[in-house]
């Protein structure tokens, strides 16, 4: 039985229909190692001096179709270069990636890129940007409005389809984005930094909208963020990393991102066990950045 298009039906589906989404997803990953590999991953970045920065080394993870996972650590630790990576920006200097199977050699469909800025195309209206990738695919076109019109309305900008998207204010714009990505399908969304730009209020509203994506699409999601409260309420998953050269310093399993769908993420903090965890990654990433001042000032 052929897969309904994943966006065709409304965000809010029945159970019945829930477990069919669900069983298609199985279907289509029949066969395949499904999720991401990575493996041994190192990189270096040559000097023009004859000298190198070691910018990661040895960084192995695995996540499973449908993981969320934040990344934290210092200035300086490799959280975007590990990301550049895995979109295939970058070509490491040593290990590999395997998604669903095959090895990643370069940018593709089945990563979906979210920037800290929207990257939108200005001279084009909020339903262009949104599908630009469906268009480029060469789907039909009234396959793609259905789409674009779906998107636009979960992420509540159905009313400013037309706008161009410089007359929308910054949150506005990454909805736009997000929805951008999700059109395209891809089996991993890459977000680097995505809401750090935003007002507190509005911030809010974004994490819970992609809580809410992540739990109706099923997508694995990999997180780069800055901010500790923002990793733990979004992270599955969370992964500490830490500097000089950039690796795997601590990884934790966190029940606040399945709590968070649908609910108060104020609520959410109120957990027991989310004060305490905050306060030992905020003491860990706090000593590693003690750590590179104090080699900053030796070699000084």
């Not at 793609?144 to 929308?168: C, R």
């Not at 109120?270 to 305490?276: G, S």
């Amino acid at each position: 039985m052929a897969c309904p298009a994943l966006f065709m039906k409304p965000i809010k589906i029945k159970r019945r229909e829930n477990r069919r989404a669900h069983a298609c997803w199985a279907e289509r990953l029949i066969g395949t190692m499904t999720g991401l590999s990575i493996q041994n991953l190192s990189m270096r970045f040559d000097l023009p001096n004859g000298g190198h920065v070691q910018a990661l080394k040895d960084v192995s993870l695995d996540l499973k179709q449908g993981e969320l996972l934040s990344v934290l650590g210092p200035s300086g630790c490799g959280k975007t270069t590990l990301l550049n990576i895995v979109a295939g920006f970058l070509a490491p200097t040593e290990g590999q990636m395997i998604l669903n199977g095959h090895n990643v050699t370069g940018p593709d469909a089945e990563r979906g890129m979210v920037f800290q800025q929207g990257a939108l195309f200005e001279w084009m209206s909020v339903r262009d940007n949104v599908s630009f990738g469906p268009d480029m695919k060469g789907m039909p076109k009234s396959e793609s409005a259905e789409i674009v019109d779906h998107l636009l309305d979960v992420v509540g900008l159905q009313d400013f389809k037309e706008k161009m998207v410089y007359e929308l204010s910054g949150g506005m714009q990454q909805r736009v984005a997000l929805a951008r990505c999700l059109a395209n399908d891809p089996d991993v969304i890459l977000m680097d930094e995505p809401l750090g730009a935003l007002d507190a209020l509005t911030r809010e509203k974004m994490q819970s909208l992609v809580l809410k994506l992540w739990k109706e699409t099923g997508k694995t999601i990999i997180l780069i963020t800055h901010s500790v409260e923002e990793a733990l309420l979004l992270g599955e998953r969370l992964i500490v990393m830490a500097p000089r050269p950039g690796r795997i310093h601590k990884e934790y399993r966190l029940p606040f991102a399945d709590m968070g769908v649908g609910a108060d993420l104020r609520e959410v903090k109120k957990h027991p066990d989310y004060a305490p965890t905050r306060e030992e990654i905020l003491n860990m990433i706090w000593n590693m950045e003690e750590e590179i001042m104090g080699r900053t000032e030796e070699s000084a």
